[in-house]
T-cell receptor
Framework: GESVGLHLPTLSVQEGDNSIINCAYS??????FIWYKQESGKGPQFIID?????DKRQGQRVTVLLNKTVKHLSLQIAATQPGDSAVYFC???????????FGSGTKLNVKP | NAGVMQNPRHLVRRRGQEARLRCSPM?????VYWYRQLPEEGLKFMVY????????ESGMPKERFSAEFPKEGPSILRIQQVVRGDSAAYFC??????????????FGEGSWLTVV
């Protein structure tokens, strides 16, 4: 099956700095990706998504970049805040239906 | 607009007992997914259901686990004869459509099962 992996398991940044969380995926046919944020004891919260016909999508303080050539996805968070501290997952839609494959996550620590 | 509702949030069971986890999808959503998460790990797909129909159960263990989504009422994930290895967080998600069109799935707050 597909696999989604993250380069950095833990990322520490200073409050106010920009954060970049990376993700690699293995299925070149995947056409839809989602970034989720999960705080301790809570469910994954949708942040932003991107389809394979795009290479960049921006939201409020977040930007997702997709590089299909190297099968790489990144999440950029501008002016990181303490409330951004959480585990971030990228999810890749599989070939069948709406089944998503998740990476192991990157823990973001924001230092005040 | 209520989100995906799961209950119970926390459940403790002794080895050999049964665990039943319930999930009510978001209003207007007819597709439900169950994922399992072990501590410090990502979410693993278990099963995808429509009303009265299991679409994909490729992630479900062959024994002791079952899921249903009846015409009326919530989706239920049932674990029989629980063992300590079943201790995990179980997340339910829902989407309005399940076709191969790439629809965002929204998660509930999870049910944390502890087997003692």
């Amino acid at each position: 099956g597909e696999s989604v992996g993250l380069h950095l398991p833990t990322l520490s940044v200073q409050e106010g700095d920009n954060s970049i969380i990376n993700c690699a995926y293995s299925n070149s046919a995947s056409d839809y990706f989602i970034w989720y944020k999960q705080e301790s004891g809570k469910g994954p919260q949708f942040i932003i998504d991107i389809r394979s016909n795009m290479d960049k999508r921006q939201g409020q303080r977040v930007t997702v970049l997709l590089n299909k050539t190297v099968k790489h996805l990144s999440l950029q968070i501008a002016a990181t805040q303490p409330g951004d501290s959480a585990v971030y997952f990228c999810a890749e839609k599989g070939d069948n239906f709406n089944k998503f494959y998740f990476g192991s996550g990157t823990k973001l620590n924001v230092k005040p | 607009n209520a989100g995906v509702m799961q209950n119970p949030r926390h459940l403790v069971r002794r080895r050999g007992q049964e665990a039943r986890l319930r999930c009510s999808p978001m209003k207007g959503h007819s597709h439900v997914y169950w994922y399992r998460q072990l501590p410090e790990e990502g979410l693993k797909f278990m099963v995808y259901l429509q009303k009265e129909n299991i679409i994909d159960e490729s992630g479900m263990p062959k024994e002791r686990f079952s899921a249903e989504f009846p015409k009326e009422g919530p989706s239920i994930l049932r674990i029989q004869q629980v063992v300590r290895g079943d201790s995990a967080a179980y997340f339910c998600a829902s989407s309005p459509l399940g076709e191969n069109s790439g629809n965002t799935i929204y998660f509930g707050e999870g049910s944390w099962l502890t087997v003692v």
